[in-house]
């Protein structure tokens, strides 16, 4: 079993790794050697290819701070969720939540 570490990227490296990876495969380099080079697999690119396609470093940052904050607010919507259901069992009466 390989003992390598995994490492996470951040959008702004991972759309450069992509800016290369489509330089080196214009420059008439295999895929696999692309791959190689970039220290990721097939999969992860292909991943990558498809969130992070056509943007640019900036962008792509504010796309992951959009889904953070989206995480967050789910989050807090289901604690809210849970404190309302526990006080309507404490109380035996059903909260209107429109």
């Known amino acids: 079993m390989s003992t390598r570490r995994r490492r996470r990227h951040t959008p702004e490296q991972i759309v450069r790794k992509l800016r290369d990876a489509d330089a080196m495969l214009n420059a008439g380099k295999d ?17 990558w290819r498809k969130q992070y396609g056509g ?5 792509a940052r504010r796309l992951k701070e959009l ?16 404190a309302n259901h526990d006080l309507e069992a404490l109380t035996g009466k059903v909260i209107d939540y429109r």
Do not use: G
């Not at 889904?67 to 849970?82: I, P, S």
């Open 55 to 59: 943007m640019k470093a900036d962008e």
């Open 31 to 47: 895929e696999a050697a692309v791959l190689q080079a970039l220290e990721v697999s097939e999969a992860t690119y292909l991943r």
């Open 67 to 82: 889904e953070d904050e989206n995480k967050r607010l789910k989050e807090l919507v289901a604690e809210q969720t849970l």
